[in-house]
């Protein structure tokens, strides 16, 4: 496949993603729109309205110097962090029990989402001036990075994104050739601390009940993946139809958000969620080919850390709505709403989009 065909592949797969999030956040959101806002399409029109801006950013990043975008990996890093610590009051905005958000009248952003993108920007350039990675020594600095952001992730509350962070580092310095032996016994002690975490917090505790014994507790913690669930499997093959979903109709907590591969399930049945599926596989062979056309070190890295955050977020939201992992705020890309993820999404094709046309 040509530099032309795989940029127009990689467009196309990314556009029709972008669609579907487009019909099933209408569907999805009408029912709570109306009775909070009295405008059935109001989460659309905010999705459309960053739609224009994360256009521009996709365009600026394809067009981005590589050298140029090396030396602001810095610069992001630095503001991820410094944003994590500002989503606490007073500028930080709390939803559900979480400080996940900084509003600024009625803009708001999300720390993590940049987070995400800073940490796999700063791993690939520091991978890439950095030439014997098997030592310790070197990727010690990178590995303290990645813990010190996951760890202003998790106060938020979000242990989710917390996750995917550490997940995406360590995949990368894998991928760059560390030895697995320091990232095992790392990843062991992360394990064990994560645990620690989990047992010490009722918040969390709740949730692992409610993944291990949903039905169990059907009215209490374990209601939203037993009506996820419920959703889903009232789909059946063919599914009832856009804009039929009951579940939407205030049964299942973020239907038009982290949930919204459940209604799609529910209202276009087992074809319609395959066929999206199938969507993200495409899309991420795409990436994957890109990858591996890639012509230096930092390139190579950041696309390989682009398409494992892609991958990483589109398999543990499925699962999540499926009820194989317990509970988290984790989006799918490009259909969930949030505005936030939406124009990081944009900013990261643009440089896969780059890295295409070498």
């Known amino acids: 496949m040509n530099k032309s065909s795989l940029k127009s592949h990689l467009l196309i797969s990314s ?9 099933a956040i209408y569907s999805s959101s009408t029912p709570i729109g109306i009775s909070k806002y009295h405008d059935g399409a109001h989460f659309l029109k905010i999705y459309l309205a960053h739609l ?12 981005l110097p590589r050298e ?5 990996s810095r610069l992001y890093i630095l503001v991820a962090a410094v944003l994590l610590l ?3 009051p007073p500028l930080g905005h709390k939803i559900n029990g979480s400080y996940r958000w900084i ?6 952003f999300q720390p993590s989402e940049l987070a995400k993108f800073a940490i796999i920007l700063y791993s690939s350039y520091y991978i890439s001036k950095h030439r014997d990675i098997k030592r310790y020594s070197i990727i010690l600095p990178i590995i303290t990075l990645l813990l010190i952001i996951a760890v202003l992730v998790v106060l938020e509350p979000d242990f989710g994104n917390a996750v995917i962070i550490l997940l995406i580092g360590f995949l990368m310095l894998i991928a760059a050739d560390a030895k697995i032996v320091h990232i ?3 990843g062991g002690l992360l394990a064990a601390s994560a645990a620690f975490v989990m047992i010490s917090s009722p918040y969390r505790l ?33 599914g009832k139809g856009l804009g039929n979903s009951d579940a939407r109709l205030f049964f299942l907590p973020d239907a038009y958000n982290d949930y919204i591969f459940s209604i799609i399930s529910e209202e276009t049945g087992f074809l319609g969620s395959t066929v999206v599926i199938a969507i993200f596989i495409y899309f991420l062979i795409i990436c994957a080919k890109i990858l591996f056309r890639a012509s230096d070190k930092f390139d190579r890295m950041t696309a390989f850390g682009i398409t494992m955050l892609f991958a990483s977020e ?10 194989l992992l317990p509970p988290k705020g984790i989006v799918l890309p490009f259909i969930s709403y949030g505005g936030t993820a939406m124009l990081i999404n944009f900013m990261m094709l643009g440089i896969l989009y780059r890295i295409a046309e070498k």
């Open 86 to 88: 500002l989503v606490f």
């Open 103 to 108: 509003k600024i009248i009625s803009l708001s």
């Open 184 to 186: 095992f016994i790392t």
């Open 206 to 238: 709740n949730r692992i009940a409610a993944y291990l014994h949903p039905w169990e507790n059907s009215r209490t913690i374990g209601y939203q993946a037993v009506q996820s669930i419920v959703a889903i499997g009232s789909g059946g093959l063919t």
């Open 52 to 63: 224009p801006v994360g256009i521009i950013l996709f365009w600026y990043y394809a067009h």
């Open 68 to 72: 140029k975008l090396m030396r602001q």
């Open 15 to 23: 556009s029709i993603l972008v669609i579907i999030g487009i019909i």
């Open 314 to 323: 589109s398999v543990f939201n499925m699962m999540v709505v499926t009820g």
